[in-house]
């Protein structure tokens, strides 16, 4: 079992959505697990290797306790049948007090394609399902990320980085092929901070709660 496991569509996606969570995570002595589900090939960057070992290098530096990557076609997630039963395996696998992954609003079609299938998937892990791996498993805590601040949903749960930015920054700038894209990252942390936290130079990540079990206490960050 798991404290945290992190479900990616790409490399880079928990990282830049999750980063801070992460490292708050790790140093309040969580274990967190790391899952890239494609092979980024239809990244700025399109080397599968570059890409592999960027992420190999992340989650080091992240000191995931877990770390895959599926190596799924990158951009046809939305075709893939047995996405949920895929991740399903993957939740029963890991055993994750919370799971973080994308919103199935998410305007990717890739996220999208993630957030749409963990929620049939979380129904799945819980099944006596015989064409699945491993025992059921019911994870009661799911956080998904925010990608686009001009929609964040009206349901929403913070997390406070403020502390982990500078070290945030450091993991994402180990994506070189996506530098471009993975700038503005941090920006979006203090601006969405402005708004829920006191002070000034604050950060946050921000997730859309699709459940959280109230009183368990662990989630609260």
Not at 71 to 95: C, F, M, T, V, W
Request: proline share 4%; with cysteine.
């Amino acid at each position: 079992m798991v404290d945290a496991l992190f479900i990616g569509a790409h490399p880079d996606d928990y990282e830049a959505f999750a980063g801070g969570t992460i490292l708050r995570l790790k140093k309040e002595g969580k274990s967190c697990g790391g899952i890239i589900l494609t092979d980024g090939s239809a990244g700025r960057n399109n080397d599968i290797n570059v890409r592999k070992l960027e992420a190999e290098h992340a989650a080091k530096s992240l000191k995931l306790d877990y770390f895959e990557m599926i190596g799924l076609k990158d951009g046809y997630l939305d075709e893939i049948n047995n996405l949920a039963a895929l991740i399903a395996n993957l939740i029963r696998k890991y055993r994750p007090k919370i799971l973080f992954t994308h919103y199935f609003e998410d305007k990717h079609p890739d996220h999208k394609a993630v957030g749409e299938s963990t929620k049939d998937a979380l129904f799945l892990a819980r099944t006596k399902r015989e064409d699945l791996e491993n025992e059921p498993y019911n994870c009661s805590n799911v956080l998904m990320f925010i990608s686009d601040i001009t929609k964040i949903p009206q349901s929403k749960f913070h997390v406070d980085i403020t502390d982990f930015l500078e070290d945030k920054i450091k993991v994402l700038r180990l994506y070189e092929s996506q530098r471009e894209v993975l700038e503005p990252i941090p920006l979006m942390n203090k601006y969405i901070a402005a708004d829920v936290l006191e002070g000034r130079n604050k950060a946050v990540e921000v997730f859309y709660p699709l459940t959280l079990v109230k009183g368990e206490g662990y989630y609260v960050l």
